[in-house]
């Protein structure tokens, strides 16, 4: 009956130290852990390492809900997957055992719960886009090179039988402007 820990951030900026000396402390006897793996996805490589090796008897330990999985839908099949096999689930910040009736409705809420903050994150980053882009009528993302004077230049050269690369050339200042931004601004791509 070994005590299997599970870690995971995010992105590759942070650090899961603080969540793997929680597990330790925890007696965890081996620990897994994601660096940029989001809970959003139901497979990540130290997860899936994880889920293989839990026996019957183990217990799986987390520092939160959250970072086994978001959606409830998911977090739901992980419990059928880990009452399958006979392996119980600890969180240490949430008082979760699902060997109980009472833990397992405990569990069935707070997974709605962390869902719903996930939701909730989600839809403040869109809404802060939409922000951040609309007093300057722009949809976010990387500004075209050309503006539009100059994509009507660009045109009116290839009209009068300049080649892309002379084009690019022309309109680059110094710094020639790829072929693709050439044919971009003439319409012969997808911009």
Same mark, same amino acid.
């Given at each position: 009956m070994a005590r299997i820990g599970y870690a995971r951030v995010s992105t590759r900026d942070q650090h899961p130290e603080a969540q793997r000396e929680r597990l330790e402390e925890a007696g965890c006897t081996r620990i897994y852990t994601d660096h940029g793996a989001s809970g959003v996805k139901a497979s990540r490589p130290e997860w899936d390492k994880c889920?293989?090796?839990?026996?019957?008897?183990? !217990?799986?330990?987390?520092?939160?809900?959250d970072r086994i999985g978001r959606s409830v839908r998911n977090l739901m099949d992980v419990i059928g997957l880990l009452e399958q096999r006979g392996v119980n689930l600890q969180c240490l910040d949430q008082p979760i055992d699902t060997t109980s009736a009472m833990g397992k409705m405990l569990f069935t809420i707070l997974a709605a719960f962390a869902e719903f903050e996930h939701d909730l994150i989600v839809e403040r980053t869109m809404d802060g886009l939409a922000a951040s882009t609309k007093p300057r009528d722009r949809n976010?993302?990387?500004?075209?090179?050309?503006?539009?004077?100059?994509?009507?230049? !660009?045109?009116?050269?290839?009209a009068d039988g300049y080649s892309i690369r002379e084009i690019g050339a022309m309109l680059g200042n110094g710094n020639p402007v790829s072929r693709q931004t050439v044919y971009r601004a003439l319409g012969m791509l997808a911009s």
């Amino acid at each position: 009956m070994a005590r299997i820990g599970y870690a995971r951030v995010s992105t590759r900026d942070q650090h899961p130290e603080a969540q793997r000396e929680r597990l330790e402390e925890a007696g965890c006897t081996r620990i897994y852990t994601d660096h940029g793996a989001s809970g959003v996805k139901a497979s990540r490589p130290e997860w899936d390492k994880c889920l293989d090796r839990l026996e019957k008897g183990d !217990a799986l330990v987390c520092v939160k809900l959250d970072r086994i999985g978001r959606s409830v839908r998911n977090l739901m099949d992980v419990i059928g997957l880990l009452e399958q096999r006979g392996v119980n689930l600890q969180c240490l910040d949430q008082p979760i055992d699902t060997t109980s009736a009472m833990g397992k409705m405990l569990f069935t809420i707070l997974a709605a719960f962390a869902e719903f903050e996930h939701d909730l994150i989600v839809e403040r980053t869109m809404d802060g886009l939409a922000a951040s882009t609309k007093p300057r009528d722009r949809n976010g993302g990387r500004r075209h090179r050309l503006t539009p004077e100059q994509q009507e230049t !660009a045109r009116k050269l290839r009209a009068d039988g300049y080649s892309i690369r002379e084009i690019g050339a022309m309109l680059g200042n110094g710094n020639p402007v790829s072929r693709q931004t050439v044919y971009r601004a003439l319409g012969m791509l997808a911009s």
